[in-house]
């Protein structure tokens, strides 16, 4: 079996059952409160390994790859910034303006009740992000099996997390255990569908990676920017571990990337 298809399957899959996991944490009620007592954490921890990996190897991974594509306008890269926006802003249309935002974990508390028209809406939107999760991972592994490692490690940071919201959702909005896994199944696996179908398109077009990976990495900058940081801040308040966790993910990034690069680079 061919080794990037063999990672990605793995990427893929555990990828999806941490969105699951996450969601079940809500049931034990011991495991509960002690998950979401280190939620913010994760949180931050997550969103400094994002932003770390985003401008510091899928940015200038896809800069490389489309001037090596397009030699003749190797200094006009209008072509993958606007991806890069379009990426960010099709984010923000689906999670803000087709479907409304939710802080995590707080639509579980009686005053936050919702309906299950804007919990299914909200779960709609998170479809699209997370089809893009796996498009991130699949595009990086096919440049290079270390960049695909560390986009991965920055996906599956929030999808313990992102399990957590839509459970809280769902439970919100007055349904059970058997909704809850289905919906955090159903998101869970439009990332291992995005992981495959980009792994079985981009190996046929060379040049889909070129489009493919800034595209990717818009939705990435703004899951990491506009997602993650905001929640940090909102559930940190005024405690300096929360911010101080942001930097730890970016340190944990660069220290990952050292060991990749140093120790299997051949």
Do not use: C
């Not at 399957?9 to 555990?14: D, K, S, T």
């Amino acid at each position: 079996m061919n080794s990037i298809f063999f990672q990605l399957l793995i990427f893929g899959f555990a990828a999806a059952f941490a969105n699951i996991l996450g969601g079940l944490i809500l049931f034990p009620s011991q495991i509960h409160r002690n998950y979401k007592r280190f939620l913010k954490y994760l949180l931050a921890l997550g969103a400094g390994f994002m932003l770390a990996v985003t401008f510091f190897e899928i940015l200038p991974k896809s800069i490389l790859i489309w001037q090596k594509l397009n030699p003749s306008e190797s200094e006009n890269l209008a072509v993958p910034m606007i991806l890069l926006l379009a990426g960010y802003l099709l984010t923000q249309f689906f999670e803000h303006t087709i479907a409304p935002h939710f802080h995590l974990g707080e639509e579980m508390h009686h005053d936050h009740l919702i309906s299950p028209r804007s919990a299914y809406t909200a779960i709609g939107g998170l479809l699209i992000h997370t089809f893009f999760d796996g498009v991130s991972i699949a595009a990086a592994s096919i440049i290079d099996l270390k960049v695909g490692f560390l986009v991965f490690i920055a996906v599956f940071l929030h999808k313990f997390p992102e399990g957590f919201t839509i459970a809280s959702m769902i439970l919100a909005a007055g349904k059970g255990f058997k909704e809850v896994l289905t919906a955090t199944s159903l998101v869970g696996l439009m990332t291992f569908i995005g992981v495959l179908l980009f792994y079985f398109i981009g190996a046929k077009l060379d040049s889909a990676v070129a489009y493919a990976l800034p595209l990717a990495s818009g939705v990435t900058l703004y899951v990491a920017a506009s997602d993650l940081i905001p929640e940090v801040n909102h559930h940190g308040g005024k405690r300096p571990l929360v911010s101080f966790a942001v930097f730890a993910g970016v340190a944990l990034f660069f220290t990952l990337h050292f060991v990749l690069h140093t120790f299997l680079e051949h």
